[in-house]
């Protein structure tokens, strides 16, 4: 027990050595510390899952989410007990409030980051979901830009196709039509088209004629529209439009468990929207409440520490740091007091080994002019 309350009062960012002389105060830095550690945990799981989907289908992706995990939730955990502990209680409620404001405006944004990638998680199923619609409704809007992009780069040969199918079908209904008609003459039925003449005569032999025409025509018409056809063919496949099909099922549910995180947190905004672009009150309250969690329970560490009242453990270390202060100032003098009589002894000797050269070759010049 002794050691878990010590972990945790490390964890508050509290000096150990003030805070265990007031017994009052143990469980209020412990409750800081507690604090800090859980959102640290929770902010390595969002960070490891947020990193899973990144590295989603590596055969390492497990290994770089538990590092990428450990990673940022220390640092969250750094950050956190940073906050905390830097808060000043020697100041009025407005200064400390003032204080303590880009601390809180920085635990905001680190709880909107890790509530993140805990809500792909909760609306998992719903993101599925909403994942294969959206893959869908692309692919559709695929195949629609391939065909209008074939129409238009094709118009004409499309034209000229649908013009031989046109062509073609008169020219069956004509031969059918012109057959009939051939029977009638031959067997002699008197129509407004027919002589009445039974047999194989000039009229039989006129329309036979008209009908072999005809069907010459239709040959013509049937072999241009093949090949037609083969060219357009070859040109859909060439465009990909042959290619390109609806997802299936089981596909959609392939790329859905394969999706990135851009992709997921894309489907989670949308979450709270409607098909028809008004928004969905109960998935928005849903998300928003999920992430205001984590934002309070991020604030929550310097919320404690501000609403707190001033105890006998910041007087201690209030007092302490004017001791360290006054410490650091008196080593100060210490020092500049050592540099300056250093610094004047050795001025001293200088002088002193500056006269002796001067002397000496005073006296050395001197011996020299009375010897010349």
Not at 153 to 164: F, P, R, S, T, V
């Amino acid at each position: 027990m002794k050691k878990v309350t010590r972990f945790f009062w490390f964890c508050s960012g509290a000096h150990i050595g003030t805070l265990k002389k007031y017994p009052i105060e143990h469980n209020k830095y412990v409750g800081i510390g507690a604090t800090i550690f859980f959102t640290a945990l929770f902010a390595s799981l969002s960070g490891g899952y947020a990193m899973y989907f990144v590295f989603s289908g590596n055969a390492f992706a497990v290994g770089f989410a538990i590092l990428f995990g450990l990673l940022w939730g220390t640092a969250i955990f750094n950050m956190d007990r940073y906050i905390v502990s830097s808060i000043n209680k020697q100041g009025t409620t407005n200064q400390q409030i003032l204080q303590a404001s880009p601390r809180i405006l920085l635990a905001i944004m680190i709880g909107i980051v890790i509530s993140r990638p805990l809500e792909l998680k909760i609306f998992d199923k719903e993101i599925r979901q909403k994942l294969k619609t959206a893959y869908l409704k692309g692919q559709h809007s695929k195949i629609d830009t391939l065909q209008k992009t074939y129409q238009q780069k094709y118009a004409m040969e499309l034209g000229h196709n649908l013009d031989l199918k046109k062509e073609k079908d008169s020219l069956e209904k004509d031969i059918n039509h012109s057959r009939y008609e051939l029977n009638q003459e031959v067997f002699g039925d008197k129509t407004n088209q027919t002589s009445g003449i039974s047999g194989y005569g000039t009229y039989a032999k006129q329309k036979a004629a008209i009908l072999a025409e005809k069907e010459n025509r239709l040959k013509t018409v049937t072999d241009d529209l093949g090949k037609m056809d083969n060219y357009l063919g070859a040109r859909k496949d060439y465009e990909g439009l042959n290619s390109t099909r609806l997802f299936t099922d089981k596909q959609l549910d392939s790329l859905a468990n394969v999706a990135g995180f851009a992709d997921r947190n894309w489907a989670l905004g949308q979450l709270s929207y409607n098909t028809n672009g008004t928004r969905d009150l109960d998935t928005y309250m849903a998300q928003s409440f999920i992430g205001y969690l984590f934002i309070l329970f991020e604030c929550l560490p310097v919320f404690v520490k501000l609403m707190s009242p001033k105890g006998p453990y910041d007087v201690a270390v209030a007092k302490l740091s004017e001791a360290n202060i006054h410490f650091a100032e008196r080593d100060k003098d210490r020092d500049i007091a050592v540099t300056d009589q250093v610094y004047d002894y050795q001025l001293e000797n200088d002088v002193e080994h500056r006269k002796k050269i001067i002397t000496g070759q005073s006296d050395y010049d001197m011996e020299r002019q009375s010897y010349d």
